[in-house]
């Protein structure tokens, strides 16, 4: 059987979720950047940038103030949708307005990502 989180611990893991991914960022522009290069460096940090901040928009609208724990589902898929919203608009922005290598740029973002969803399969089983 599993146990059922507080509303407090579900707020305190999906808080910590973009801070980690911030640093698992860091790492891999440094590896990017000691292989290939600045350019490089900065389109993988960029890409694991657009993954945190659509995961910080996911963390502020499930740790909303206002709310109980019955409405969490509804805020974790409304959560979802604007991470999403987000992630896509970041995108957008980088690609058509920047030269970012195309690579570094994915492997920043989906790294980071994986995190994300890794993060939160163990935490909520």
Same mark, same amino acid.
């Given at each position: 059987? $599993?146990?059922?989180?507080? =509303? $407090?611990?579900? +707020?305190?893991?999906?808080?910590?979720?973009?801070? !980690? &991914?911030?640093?698992?960022?860091?790492?891999?522009?440094?590896?990017? *950047? %000691?292989? &290939?290069?600045?350019?490089?460096?900065?389109?993988?940090? /960029?890409?694991?940038?657009?993954?945190?901040?659509?995961?910080?928009?996911? /963390?502020?609208?499930? /740790?909303?103030? *206002?709310?109980? $724990?019955?409405? =969490?589902?509804?805020?974790? %898929? +409304?959560?979802?949708?604007? +991470?999403?919203?987000?992630?896509?608009?970041?995108? !957008?922005?980088?690609? /058509?307005?920047?030269? %970012?290598? =195309?690579?570094?740029?994915?492997?920043? *973002?989906?790294?980071?990502? =994986?995190?994300?969803?890794?993060?939160?399969?163990?935490?909520? +089983?």
């Amino acid at each position: 059987m $599993t146990e059922h989180m507080t =509303l $407090t611990e579900v +707020k305190k893991t999906v808080v910590k979720i973009p801070v !980690y &991914q911030v640093i698992i960022g860091l790492i891999i522009a440094m590896v990017f *950047f %000691f292989m &290939q290069g600045r350019p490089a460096a900065v389109s993988a940090g /960029t890409g694991a940038l657009i993954s945190a901040l659509g995961s910080l928009a996911f /963390t502020v609208i499930v /740790t909303w103030p *206002f709310g109980d $724990t019955q409405s =969490l589902v509804g805020r974790m %898929f +409304k959560g979802e949708i604007m +991470k999403f919203i987000v992630i896509g608009i970041l995108f !957008y922005i980088a690609v /058509t307005n920047f030269s %970012f290598q =195309l690579m570094p740029l994915l492997v920043g *973002f989906i790294a980071t990502l =994986l995190a994300f969803w890794v993060a939160l399969l163990t935490s909520f +089983k």
